[in-house]
Nanobody, 126 residues
Framework: QVQLVESGGGLVQAGGSLRLSCAAS????????MAWFRQAPGKEREFVAT????????EYADSVKGRFTISRDNAKNTVYLQMSSLKPEDTAVYYC???????????????????WGQGTQVTVSS
């Protein structure tokens, strides 16, 4: 049974940093893309960042580009999201996502991912 477990969320002041982790179990995702999405209260879930199986390819939402960095450690079956220069509008539940398929291009759409974590709350105070 595949499980994705996020950790690292919390309360931080604007301008601060947090690092989220997502540990996968049940299957190795080392060859497959993984991603982070987020959902703020009253809003739809939105794409944040994605990374290819090798870790060499990444894509980011425009709203986080230059502030967030996605990375992975395939030996640990874990993906990370380093968040810096946080803003109050980054407040959301952050979800890790994964899929056991290889696409021609990295995917930003939620339906492209089959496995999801339970989410971790990130709150940025002004």
């Amino acid at each position: 049974q595949v499980q994705l477990v996020e950790s690292g969320g919390g309360l931080v002041q604007a301008g601060g940093s947090l690092r989220l982790s997502c540990a996968a179990s049940g299957r190795s995702f080392s060859s497959y893309p993984m991603a982070w999405f987020r959902q703020a209260p009253g809003k739809e879930r939105e794409f944040v960042a994605t990374i290819g199986g090798s870790g060499l390819s990444t894509e980011y939402a425009d709203s986080v580009k230059g502030r967030f960095t996605i990375s992975r450690d395939n030996a640990k079956n874990t993906v990370y999201l380093q968040m810096s220069s946080l803003k109050p509008e980054d407040t959301a539940v952050y979800y890790c996502a994964a899929v056991l398929r290889i696409y021609t291009n990295l995917q930003r759409a939620a339906p492209a991912y089959d496995y999801w974590g339970q989410g971790t709350q990130v709150t940025v105070s002004s």
